[in-house]
C-alpha cells in the first residue's frame, strides 16, 4: 500500500496553519493561559478546515514568500479583531485605580505583564462569554473568509485603511471602556469626595485607614452593576470583531 501526498494541497496545508498560527499568536482571544496543546490543536483543526490545493509557489522562493504573507495576513487580522477585547482590561483597570487596587497588581500570565484584580476578572468573564456565544465559530467564519478573499498563494497590497482602523479602534475600546466602568468610578468617585469631607471636619480620625476598606467594599457592592453591562459590551465586541475581519481584508486585499 502507497501513501500519495499531493505537493499543492501540502503547500496549501502549510499555508492555512501559517495564517491560523499568526492569528493564534497575535489574537488575546488565545491568551498565554491558554495550554499549548489546546492552542496548536486549534492551529491544526483550522488549518485543515482552510487548507486547499495551491498551484502557484510549490518552489523554495514561492513557499518562503508564500507563507510570509499568510502568516503577515494572520498577525494582522488577529491584532485588528483583538483590539476591541481590550476595553474590558480597560474598565477593570480604571475600577482597581479608583479603588486603590493598583498597588496590587501582579503577573498575569493570560496577558503577559503586570494587570490588576479586576482587570484579570474582567478580561476572563469577557472571554469565557466570547466562547459560550460562539466566538471561537467566528473566528473560524473570519478566517475561511479571508482565505476566500486572499487566496493562500495570493498576494496582499495593504493601504492606509489600516492604521485608521486601528486608531478607530483604538479609541473605541478606550470609551466603551470607560462607560462599562462608570457606575463603579462613580460611585468611588463619591467616596473620595466623603472621605475629603470628612477629613475636613474631622481632622483627627485616619481617613486614609477608613477609606481604603471602605472603597474596596463599594466596589465590591457595584460589581453587579458593571456585569450587568458585560451580555450587550460581548455582543458588540463580536459585532467588532466580525466588521473587523471584513475591512482587514479589504484593507489588506488593497
Not at 505537493?7 to 499555508?15: D, I, R, V
Not at 476591541?84 to 479603588?99: K, N, P, R, W
Not at 481604603?212 to 465590591?220: D, E, G, N
Request: net charge negative; aromatic share 8%; hydrophobic share 60%.
Amino acid at each position: 500500500m502507497t501513501l500519495a501526498l499531493d505537493a499543492n494541497w501540502m503547500a496549501g496545508l502549510l499555508f492555512a496553519m501559517t495564517r491560523v498560527a499568526g492569528f493564534v499568536v497575535a489574537s488575546p482571544f488565545f491568551p498565554r493561559s491558554v495550554p499549548m496543546p489546546a492552542r496548536v490543536a486549534v492551529v491544526m483543526t483550522l488549518g485543515f478546515f482552510l487548507a486547499s490545493p495551491v498551484t502557484n509557489g510549490t518552489d523554495v522562493v514561492g513557499l518562503i514568500s508564500s507563507a510570509v504573507m499568510n502568516a503577515a495576513i494572520g498577525i494582522t487580522l488577529g491584532f485588528l479583531t483583538g483590539l476591541m477585547f481590550h476595553l474590558f482590561a480597560v474598565a477593570g483597570g480604571l475600577v482597581d485605580f479608583s479603588a486603590g487596587l493598583s498597588a496590587g497588581a501582579i503577573f498575569d500570565p493570560s496577558l503577559g505583564e503586570q494587570s490588576t484584580v479586576f482587570e484579570r476578572m474582567f478580561s476572563l468573564t469577557a472571554l469565557t462569554m466570547f466562547y459560550v456565544l460562539g466566538g471561537l465559530g467566528l473566528v473560524a467564519t473570519g478566517l475561511a473568509g479571508s482565505v476566500r478573499a486572499i487566496a493562500l498563494d495570493g498576494s496582499i497590497a495593504p493601504d492606509g485603511q489600516l492604521a485608521d482602523m486601528a486608531v478607530q479602534a483604538l479609541s473605541r475600546f478606550l470609551a466603551v471602556g470607560l462607560e462599562i466602568s462608570m457606575p463603579a468610578v462613580a460611585a468611588l468617585f463619591l467616596i473620595e469626595v466623603v472621605l475629603a469631607l470628612a477629613s475636613r471636619f474631622a481632622p483627627q480620625a485616619n481617613v486614609f485607614l477608613l477609606g481604603m476598606p471602605l472603597k474596596i467594599l463599594v466596589a465590591l457592592g457595584t460589581l453587579g452593576v458593571v456585569t450587568m453591562i458585560f451580555p450587550e459590551a460581548v455582543d458588540g465586541l463580536m459585532a467588532a470583531v466580525r466588521d473587523a475581519f471584513n475591512d482587514g481584508v479589504i484593507a489588506l486585499r488593497g
